[in-house]
């Protein structure tokens, strides 16, 4: 048991190294956050509600399409499902590329500093 906490400890340190050297490394910050500020304005500019992106991003198509169009009286829908299948589908891919390439941004700037 006692080699489980030294383990644990040492991966806590490696932890701590990380983020102390992902903090000290000003060009990074400059780019993460403009990077993220620039996909969160790319998906608000992808969808029609842009109070409803994590109804988008979170909860599966059919129920999230349901919710964000509702039925006219005819019993249709107010938009069809397949624009709006490709635009959830956009919005969850660029969120996602986002999320990779800063990981990967990370790894190179843990690696080469």
């Known amino acids: 048991m006692q080699n489980f ?3 644990m400890r040492a991966v806590l340190g490696a932890s ?3 983020l102390r050297r ?3 490394y000003p060009l ?3 780019f993460a956050v403009g990077f993220l500020v620039s996909t969160i304005a790319h998906a608000f500019l992808m969808t029609d509600k842009p109070r409803q992106i994590s109804t988008v991003l979170f909860e599966d198509k059919s129920k999230a399409f349901e919710k964000l169009y509702p039925r006219r009286e005819d019993g249709s ?3 069809s499902y397949s624009d709006y299948s490709k635009m959830a589908d956009r919005t969850k891919t660029s969120v996602l590329l986002a999320i990779f390439i800063t990981t990967i941004l ?3 700037v843990v690696l080469t500093k």
Do not use: A, P, Q
Request: hydrophobic share 55%; net charge negative.
């Open 5 to 7: 906490f030294l383990g």
């Open 22 to 24: 992902i903090g000290d």
């Open 28 to 30: 990074f910050w400059g």
């Open 77 to 79: 829908f107010s938009r």
């Open 16 to 18: 701590w190294d990380t």
């Open 106 to 108: 990370i790894l190179i």
